[in-house]
């Protein structure tokens, strides 16, 4: 009966796989048709690199992304000792506000912000009349990394509390006692324990703003155009399969940073095991 | 440490891609090449807002529209897309982005008229609009040509596939509400083209004034569900050239498009007349850089650039200038330049009434969630049953365990 249970999980990934593979196979498909197959060549691949629309809006897209998620781990991380710090009601109320943009419809989150830079510029624009001063900004770039910093920030929160409390609070007491100063005995002791933590919380928010496409389309401006954006724009046309190719790029790229994560994980645990049976 | 290792190759990557989208350029003859270099060394910018896919950037041999102008004046362009006219309209009614030149349809610029948000054309700066046949002038969407320049235009149309379709069936709307190809029609999935349809197989106008069209419309779309495949937009491309349906109605561009990869494929303009369509380019209000954007419509007019354009997008140009240095088996063929009687018989789109507007928004809703297959008490009955079966299984639940608790009870106290 075993074989059912493993053929089981077998089907469930080959469902969730497929649509991928389908994608990546026929984004070496000779034809732009996505039904059928017509032969085998790179040209996707080397018209992708010449497509400046879409390059661009890669870059935009990993600029934004890398900006976004480093903002928000470092936020984030600081949020979250503050959190683990705080009385139990207090602590209670800010957990449910984190809460609040995960549970959020995208849209709600995106229309609000839009709202919110808009009036942000009208106030901009009155306050220069008083002041005399000249600030003002058009959404753009500015925007997209402020609103995804914003929606980071709870996944980061989210990854990093159970690490700080699985953490023992004396260890952080124990290193003041020996004679570290605080900061010293932060980076020190409490860091390196909440690592895993942060850094979980790090990809996550790289993943979402990589993906995010309905707060990007209400925050984005004239300037910076996501890659989601780019693509939903060629949808009166026809999809390209040089889309087709790019995602076939990122996927693996996407695939050997997560290997490479796992694997170093689990090089470390078994160092530590063996340093600690070492040991006894 | 890992993290200035992921920056550092992240940027290695953005440069080596930059780097490698540099293509070569060929020069553009222009009327007047002096006009173009005001602008030089000033670190301008303009922001340009287009459809997906609609204008000639390099790929396959072509002409890069946009490395060209940014070449010959100095000016930076950045180059952003919409899906929808309705999505355009909301971003320059939202006022955040600040965009120099929009390039939507007619019935949106007419709304945009109305509504003052576009800027009225500094013609003198915009010597090629000459280039723009007649035919496109002083249309119902910009009537004094004060506010818009022609960019692309086309029909809509009929695309079948010769194979599976007989002849004798073809000519008119009714094709698609022929049984006998159920399963293998395919509809648009925007509701103006696709009540536009229904209304015109009626007879009444396509831009319909009153309710009861509507309502007549909506019937008529009701009754043709159940031979729709999908209502669709991009997927035509797969599923017509897939074989996987057999006839749908599109733009006449993209029918080019698909018989060019298909020559099984034809296409026709119904006798009872279609819409007919155009993208103009407009400046709106608040752009920061009105001259250069002028500029960069007069650029597009250019005939070498209007040719490049028209080639690659495939849609029919305005331009004669251009149409003269196309290849004549593009500029005499019938689906993409078609005789004068039959423009005669097609509409434009204009802007609705407000009322109008939620009207069609209300029945293209009805319609997409009419089915006549299953009654419509399902869902709510469902529920019902699962909340019942929820409650019921809690109920048992606890009176279970409260019976449990009183046995121990019970039984502790005669044992202590």
């Keep these: 009966m075993k074989w059912l249970t493993k053929s089981y999980v077998g089907v469930v990934m080959a469902f969730l796989y497929a649509p991928i593979l389908v994608l990546i196979v026929f984004s070496f498909n000779q034809s732009k048709s996505r039904g059928a197959w017509t032969g085998f060549t790179f040209d996707w691949y080397k018209k992708l690199f010449t497509n400046e629309i879409i390059i661009q809006s890669l870059i935009n897209t990993l600029i934004v992304a890398v900006i976004s998620s480093v903002v928000a781990t470092l936020l984030g991380t600081m949020a979250a000792i503050g959190i683990s710090r705080m009385k139990k009601y207090t602590r209670a109320a800010i957990m449910n506000v984190t809460y609040l943009p995960i549970i959020n419809p995208e849209i709600v989150t995106g229309v609000s912000l839009m709202l919110l830079f808009v009036s942000a510029q009208s106030v901009l624009k009155t306050l220069n009349l008083q002041l005399g001063t000249s600030l003002s900004f058009d959404f753009g770039f500015l925007t997209l990394v402020l609103a995804h910093i914003t929606f980071n920030v709870p996944y ?96 693996v790229v996407v695939l050997v940073v997560l290997l490479a994560v796992n694997l170093n994980d689990a090089r470390r645990e078994r160092e530590n095991r063996m340093k600690a049976r070492g040991r006894l | 440490m890992r993290k200035h290792g992921l920056f550092s190759l992240l940027g290695c990557a953005a440069l080596l891609l930059s780097g490698l989208s540099q293509t070569a350029l060929a020069e553009v003859d222009v009327a007047d090449p002096g006009y173009y270099t005001r602008f030089q060394e000033q670190g301008i910018s303009i922001n340009v807002h287009n459809w997906g896919e609609y204008i000639s950037d390099g790929s396959d041999d072509s002409l890069n529209v946009i490395k060209e102008f940014e070449n010959l004046t100095d000016i930076k362009v950045n180059y952003t897309t919409f899906a929808t006219n309705e999505e355009l309209y909301a971003r320059l009614k939202g006022g955040g982005a600040a965009y120099d030149v929009v390039i939507p349809s007619d019935y949106a610029i007419a709304r945009m008229i109305r509504e003052g948000m576009l800027e009225k054309l500094d013609l003198e700066n915009i010597p090629n609009r000459v280039n723009i046949s007649s035919d496109f002038m002083n249309q119902i969407y910009d009537p004094e040509n004060l506010y818009s320049v022609p960019y692309t235009w086309g029909t809509v149309g009929v695309i079948y596939n010769k194979t599976m379709v007989d002849e004798e069936d073809i000519g008119s709307w009714d094709l698609l509400w022929n049984e006998k190809y159920m399963g293998e029609i395919l509809m648009f999935s925007n509701p103006r083209d696709a009540f536009a349809i229904a209304l015109q197989k009626l007879g009444l106008p396509v831009n319909p004034t009153t309710s009861a069209q509507l309502r007549e419309a909506t019937e008529l779309m009701k009754d043709q569900k159940l031979l729709v495949q999908a209502y669709v937009m991009d997927e035509i491309f797969d599923k017509m050239l897939g074989g996987e349906a057999a006839i749908a109605p599109y733009y006449a561009g993209d029918a080019i498009t698909m018989m060019a990869q298909d020559p099984n494929l034809g296409y026709y303009v119904p006798v009872e007349g279609t819409n007919r369509f155009v993208d103009a380019a407009a400046i709106p209000v608040g752009c920061r850089q009105k001259e250069a954007a002028e500029m960069f419509i007069n650029f597009l007019l250019e005939p070498e650039v209007g040719a490049a354009n028209a080639e690659y997008i495939g849609y029919s140009s305005p331009n004669t200038a251009a149409l003269a240095l196309m290849d004549p088996e593009i500029t005499e063929d019938e689906v993409a330049y078609p005789p004068p009687d039959v423009i005669a018989k097609t509409e434009f789109f204009v802007e609705l009434s407000p009322e109008m507007s939620l009207e069609m928004d209300k029945c293209w809703t009805e319609l997409l969630s009419t089915d006549e297959q299953y009654s419509k008490w399902l869902i709510p009955m469902v529920m019902m049953a699962c909340i019942v079966a929820s409650v019921s299984i809690n109920i048992l639940r606890t009176t279970r365990k409260r019976r449990d608790s009183d046995y121990v009870g019970n039984h502790r106290d005669r044992i202590g």
């Design chain 1, 156 to 251: 980061v929160i989210l990854n990093v509390m159970p690490k700080l409390r699985q953490m023992d609070n004396y260890v952080y007491e124990a290193a003041l006692d020996l004679g570290c100063s605080p900061r010293q005995a932060f980076y020190k002791v409490v860091l390196p324990e909440i690592m895993p933590g942060v850094l979980a919380g790090f990809l996550m928010s790289f993943t979402y703003s990589l993906d995010d496409f309905i707060i990007s389309y209400f925050v984005s401006g004239a300037t910076s155009q996501t890659l989601p954006i780019t693509i939903y724009s060629m949808t009166r046309r026809k999809v390209s399969p040089e889309i087709n190719a790019l995602s076939a790029i990122i996927f």
